[in-house]
């Protein structure tokens, strides 16, 4: 764990994806850290950190896990959802037990201004970079990027990143 960006506190720390927090453990029992933008831990090989982005038309802070750096980068907001049991409808299906589904969202930050939630989609990406549209199209086009994959959108950040 990082506290403005100075020498690593070390603890034993884990992403709780369901309630959004991250938790570490001490003497006492576990404890939830509050969300402050001046915590930043390292879990599993991934940096968590707190960014601000925008969801039906508000803004909103939470823990992302940093895909890419630069003025755009890339961010995954990974989640939990609950699925309740259900019983089987009829002697052709089984009982589903409850579960926790994954839900992962992509973000795309630039300098100054809140994250921009994006499918892992040409067009979504290129619209999430306005001020170089017909660049990043062209830089997308000439290196035949499918855009299906982490690894394509963060080699066109890193392209946008140059200009």
Excluded at 19 to 24: R, V
Excluded at 26 to 31: D, K, L, P, V
Excluded at 82 to 108: G, H, L, W
Excluded at 124 to 138: F, Y
Aim: no cysteine; aromatic share 10%.
């Amino acid at each position: 764990m990082f506290v403005n960006d100075d020498k690593p506190y070390n603890g034993i720390l884990r992403y709780n994806a369901y309630s959004d927090g991250i938790e570490m453990k001490t003497e006492n029992g576990i404890i939830t850290l509050l969300k402050r933008s001046y915590l930043k831990a390292r879990i599993g090989g991934k940096l968590y950190l707190i960014e601000s982005y925008m969801v039906n038309g508000a803004i909103r802070k939470t823990y992302f896990v940093e895909l890419s750096h630069g003025k755009a980068r890339l961010l995954l907001k990974q989640g939990k959802k609950y699925v309740e049991a259900r019983s089987a409808s009829s002697s052709y299906t089984k009982d589903q037990p409850a579960k926790f589904e994954d839900i992962n969202k992509y973000y795309i930050i630039t300098e100054g201004e809140p994250g921009v939630e994006v499918r892992l989609k040409n067009k979504e990406v290129v619209q999430a970079l306005p001020d170089h549209k017909k660049e990043v199209q062209a830089f997308i086009k000439s290196n035949k990027l499918k855009m299906k994959n982490e690894g394509e959108v963060i080699q066109v950040l890193n392209y946008y990143n140059t200009l």
